[in-house]
């Protein structure tokens, strides 16, 4: 291996936390009797994703078509695209992948169904899609309710598109103040579900799939009946916000970044090679987060990372703590799907060693 690979600002996987971060999940999912679908935007690594297919996943998920197409040619067959995907040349590359493989993709307009409906029929194609709910994100998705009837009736109505089933992702959860209203938001985004499952049933337009996820509601949607499905992604690795909502202990975080001391310019002060662009400024997407800094400095309690320009991160010393220029510290970062994003290779390391280098293949893949 290349040793600039192994120099510092580096994205580190513990190959061996993530493997059975993969496998907890699993195992949940195989408990409950539920298919797992997890969302390969917080790693965009196609090994990453064929090793969530060994371990039992029965396909995954993507945000973007790019993400999708890169994954489908690592030779994943089942991909669904979570999102709403809109507009001529998208289309297309949406008609070109769905002739290849067993794809599903979102939507959650009569408009959208249209484009969807006429690029089906042009290419000769029967597209599955699912209709987003909003279970309390507020972002995409229809409030669950008559117009969700409405358009399930719609989509039956049109022999190219399949409706397959219902999803959300209750991304507001990430604002929770602690683990019991995490709990109570994944029960909710679980019940609202499965109860318009029923009421769709009832209405004559029955779905096969009842698709929920976020890693921290995961659990708890999992244990409400009705639920056929899961979509977690952020599991493989964890990060410092999934530690302060209490969804994850520092022992399961699998991706860390390594940095360098470069600069002790007070008692008080170091700085490291890694800023903003190999720790992201994120603190949270959705509402008010927990987390302290812009990462936690593993085994280093009394270094806080206060603040990051562009390429320096700006560490604040507790009096007792001994730190020098040349040192290395690993750091669970805040957020690790949108750190990933930035690294085109990751460390895969084994009992601390190198063991492999993974390419992250999806990296900006965004359209
Ligand atoms: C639609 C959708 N499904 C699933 C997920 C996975 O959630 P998490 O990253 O919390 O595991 C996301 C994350 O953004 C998402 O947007």
Same mark, same amino acid.
């Given at each position: 291996?290349?040793e600039? &690979?192994f120099?510092?600002p580096?994205?580190?996987?513990?190959l061996?936390?993530?493997?059975?971060?993969?496998?907890?999940?699993?195992?949940?999912c195989?408990?409950?009797?539920?298919?797992?679908?997890?969302?390969?935007?917080?790693?965009?690594?196609?090994?990453i994703?064929?090793a969530? &297919?060994k371990?039992?996943?029965i396909?995954?998920?993507?945000?973007k078509?790019?993400e999708?197409?890169?994954?489908?040619?690592?030779?994943?067959?089942?991909?669904?695209?979570?999102?709403?995907?809109t507009?001529?040349a998208?289309?297309?590359?949406?008609?070109?992948?769905?002739?290849g493989?067993k794809?599903?993709?979102?939507?959650d307009s009569?408009?959208?169904a249209?484009e969807?409906d006429?690029?089906a029929?042009?290419?000769?194609?029967?597209?599955?899609?699912?209709?987003?709910?909003?279970?309390?994100?507020?972002r995409?998705?229809l409030?669950p309710?008559?117009?969700?009837?409405?358009?399930?009736?719609?989509?039956?109505?049109?022999?190219?598109?399949?409706?397959?089933?219902?999803?959300?992702?209750?991304g507001h959860a990430?604002?929770?103040?602690?683990?019991?209203?995490v709990?109570?938001i994944?029960?909710?985004?679980?019940?609202?579900?499965?109860?318009?499952?029923?009421?769709?049933?009832?209405a004559?337009t029955?779905?096969e799939?009842?698709s929920?996820?976020?890693?921290?509601?995961?659990?708890?949607?999992?244990?409400?009946?009705?639920?056929t499905e899961?979509?977690?992604?952020?599991?493989?690795?964890y990060?410092?916000?999934? &530690?302060?909502l209490?969804?994850?202990?520092?022992?399961n975080?699998?991706?860390t970044?390594?940095?360098?001391v470069i600069?002790?310019?007070?008692p008080?002060?170091?700085?490291?090679?890694?800023?903003?662009k190999?720790?992201n400024?994120?603190?949270?997407?959705h509402?008010a987060?927990?987390?302290?800094g812009?990462?936690?400095?593993?085994?280093?309690?009394?270094l806080?990372?206060?603040?990051l320009s562009?390429?320096?991160?700006?560490?604040?010393?507790?009096?007792a703590?001994i730190?020098d220029?040349?040192?290395?510290?690993?750091?669970?970062?805040?957020?690790?799907?949108t750190v990933?994003?930035l690294?085109?290779?990751?460390l895969?390391t084994?009992k601390?060693?190198?063991?492999?280098?993974?390419?992250?293949?999806?990296?900006g893949?965004?359209?």
């Amino acid at each position: 291996m290349e040793e600039l &690979l192994f120099d510092t600002p580096v994205a580190v996987v513990d190959l061996d936390k993530l493997e059975k971060n993969i496998e907890q999940m699993a195992a949940l999912c195989r408990a409950r009797g539920i298919a797992l679908r997890p969302h390969i935007k917080s790693h965009k690594i196609p090994e990453i994703a064929l090793a969530q &297919l060994k371990a039992g996943a029965i396909g995954i998920t993507a945000a973007k078509l790019g993400e999708a197409e890169e994954m489908a040619r690592a030779g994943v067959k089942d991909i669904f695209i979570a999102n709403q995907i809109t507009g001529p040349a998208k289309l297309k590359r949406l008609a070109a992948l769905a002739a290849g493989i067993k794809l599903s993709v979102g939507v959650d307009s009569w408009r959208n169904a249209r484009e969807l409906d006429q690029i089906a029929r042009e290419t000769g194609l029967v597209l599955d899609v699912l209709v987003e709910i909003d279970t309390g994100l507020h972002r995409c998705g229809l409030e669950p309710g008559p117009q969700v009837i409405e358009l399930a009736k719609k989509l039956r109505e049109r022999p190219s598109l399949h409706l397959k089933g219902i999803f959300t992702h209750a991304g507001h959860a990430y604002g929770a103040r602690g683990p019991a209203q995490v709990e109570e938001i994944g029960r909710d985004e679980g019940q609202v579900m499965a109860q318009l499952a029923r009421q769709l049933k009832a209405a004559g337009t029955p779905v096969e799939v009842v698709s929920v996820g976020s890693t921290p509601t995961a659990r708890h949607a999992a244990q409400v009946p009705g639920v056929t499905e899961l979509r977690p992604g952020n599991y493989v690795f964890y990060d410092a916000i999934q &530690l302060a909502l209490g969804v994850a202990a520092v022992g399961n975080c699998a991706l860390t970044v390594r940095a360098t001391v470069i600069s002790r310019p007070a008692p008080d002060r170091a700085v490291i090679d890694a800023g903003s662009k190999a720790l992201n400024l994120d603190k949270g997407a959705h509402g008010a987060s927990l987390v302290r800094g812009f990462g936690i400095v593993l085994g280093r309690p009394g270094l806080t990372i206060e603040r990051l320009s562009e390429e320096h991160g700006i560490l604040a010393l507790d009096p007792a703590e001994i730190l020098d220029v040349g040192d290395v510290v690993e750091i669970i970062p805040n957020h690790a799907c949108t750190v990933i994003n930035l690294f085109d290779t990751v460390l895969g390391t084994r009992k601390g060693k190198a063991a492999e280098v993974l390419r992250v293949a999806a990296r900006g893949k965004s359209r």
